[in-house]
């Protein structure tokens, strides 16, 4: 079974956020900037990648995912300054 990944991409640092869950990181994070999914991402300009973890399992991230967007936005933004202090795009370092 491949690894699965749960990701926020953001406009800007502290702007709006986007929780999403792949299989593939690289290619989900073009597929948001080239417009291919999400029409929220879209719609909110969300193409950079500033958090994100890997998981054993499609599963797991899937459930992770899920709990994730019931967090509030304090948590989210706290998990993001852990991994990423400056919110760079780190869909370069993939």
Not at 15 to 25: A, E, M, N, P, S
Not at 45 to 68: G, T
Not at 76 to 93: C, F, G, H, S
């Amino acid at each position: 079974m491949r690894a699965g990944y749960v990701y926020i991409l953001t406009n800007k640092p502290m702007g709006v956020l986007y929780i999403g869950v792949t299989d593939d990181l690289a290619k989900r994070v073009e597929q948001h900037r080239s417009g291919a999914v999400s029409s929220f991402s879209k719609q909110y300009n969300c193409h950079r990648l500033v958090w994100f973890a890997e998981f054993e399992n499609i599963h797991d991230a899937r459930s992770f995912e899920r709990q994730m967007k019931k967090w509030n936005r304090s948590w989210k933004v706290a998990r993001i300054v852990e991994m990423n202090p400056e919110w760079q795009d780190l869909a370069d370092e993939l």
